[in-house]
């Protein structure tokens, strides 16, 4: 089966391909064959991409998708109110299927808004039918995820090999270690579970400076352990110290910032720069719809607004490549995905380029970061199938999901106790 995205400004994040100011893109059985000003091929179904941008979708590289139910409704939280509020009032009444719903909603959010790749930090491992919903939820989404699990067991004990071995990968979902680190149990059993993960092969992603690192050096302490490994994604990683960003690159690390959420819970400004000075590549994520929004073009505004009234650096073009080429390299997925390259799965993004807030299209890559925005999002290709065209996904039956996903919500929210309206500002331990 051939397919031709045909005339449109082709924008591929790879230098040996370029960009182009009108071009073509062929796919065949799934995987880019050729990108090229125009390409012959009169058997291909054609989609006409005139008055699109074609460009590679975006990769989400942390994002805790349980959560999408309650979104919004922590807009005005602190961190520590967050916590309290997601995991100590409301998760306790989350059941198996509130967490499928929630996670198969918010992949399709992400899937909608451009993001063909997405890794899910799942935190909610209440139960093994609480972990097998999730990756249901995944599962049923048309897109690429990676599924992080985090393990069920308390903090005083290592991770089960059995509990990672439930998961395989399966088609285009594929599983990693959301790893608790030193910030969530001991240094001993953080380093089992890490033994572990490379034992059987997995990629894995922590949370450090989460609140803001203050003067604790928690990656010389994981450095003087052995804990700093080039399969590791670090998230956050704010108030971290220059030479301590300077010892994930030279162990290979990669890193993922969350510059909304960052800003407004207090934990410090996004570290793109000094990240990019240490010698790392930032790639982006979402977080928790919660406290933010669930696109990737609002994370680029915010990560570049603030870089640019920091210090003046970055342009347009770093940022798509953290959402995109970085990205896919922080989940391991780079030979697959993250660029328009020819023998790479053709995971694929159309932009509108006639809508009125962007209109006339100049300098692609500048109004994407400076003013796109979901409703830009007209086709999303994954893996060569076509999930969304004309501005619609394609074959989900959205009625269904949203009514499924008020009574899952409101199901919780009457157990916990608390309203809806954002006037619940849930009591920390400090209060």
Not at 122 to 128: C, G, M, R
Not at 195 to 206: D, I, K, N, Q, Y
Request: hydrophobic letters at 40%; glycine letters at 12%.
């Amino acid at each position: 089966m051939r397919t031709l995205l045909s005339g449109g400004t082709v924008i591929s994040m790879d230098p040996a391909v370029g960009d182009l100011g009108r071009g073509d893109v062929l796919i065949t059985d799934g995987v880019i064959t050729e990108v090229a000003a125009r390409i012959d091929a009169p058997d291909a179904e054609v989609i006409d991409a005139t008055d699109r941008i074609v460009l590679p979708g975006f990769v989400d590289t942390h994002r805790h998708t349980w959560q999408t139910a309650f979104r919004g409704i922590g807009a005005d939280w602190t961190f520590a109110e967050y916590r309290t509020a997601m995991h100590g009032t409301l998760k306790p009444h989350y059941s198996p299927e509130d967490i499928y719903l929630g996670n198969l909603l918010g992949r399709l959010e992400a899937l909608n808004s451009g993001v063909t790749t997405m890794l899910d930090w799942f935190h909610a491992n209440q139960s093994p039918e609480h972990a097998d919903a999730a990756w249901q939820g995944l599962k049923d989404a048309p897109a690429r995820s990676v599924f992080a699990l985090c393990a069920g067991a308390g903090p005083d004990r290592p991770v089960d090999e059995a509990e990672l071995g439930r998961f395989a990968a399966d088609g285009l979902v594929t599983l990693a270690l959301a790893w608790r680190g030193p910030q969530l149990t001991t240094m001993d059993i953080a380093a089992a579970d890490l033994r572990l993960a490379g034992e059987v092969g997995l990629r894995t992603s922590v949370h450090v400076g989460s609140g803001g690192a203050r003067g604790s050096r928690p990656v010389s302490a994981m450095r003087e352990h052995g804990l700093l490994h080039e399969n590791t994604t670090f998230i956050h990683a704010n108030g971290v110290e220059d030479d301590e960003l300077r010892m994930l690159a030279d162990a290979g690390c990669s890193v993922s910032i969350s510059p909304d959420v960052e800003v407004k819970m207090g934990f410090g400004w996004p570290e793109t720069g000094r990240m990019l000075a240490a010698g790392l590549r930032p790639t982006f994520s979402i977080d928790d719809c919660p406290s933010a929004g669930g696109d990737m073009f609002a994370t680029l505004r915010t990560a570049f607004a603030v870089q640019r009234g920091l210090d003046g650096s970055l342009n347009s073009r770093d940022l798509l490549e953290f959402a995109t080429v970085d990205g896919a390299r922080a989940c391991g997925l780079f030979a697959r995905t993250g660029s328009l390259t020819p023998g790479k799965d053709a995971d694929i993004v159309l932009l509108r380029a006639d809508d009125l807030s962007v209109f006339p299209f100049n300098n692609p890559a500048g109004t994407i970061v400076a003013a796109g925005h979901p409703g830009l999002v007209d086709t999303v290709v994954v893996a060569g199938r076509v999930v969304k065209r004309d501005g619609a996904l394609v074959g989900v039956d959205l009625p269904t999901l949203r009514s499924r996903i008020l009574e899952s919500r409101n199901r919780i929210a009457a157990a916990a106790g608390i309203p809806l309206d954002g006037s619940w500002r849930p009591r920390t331990e400090s209060e």
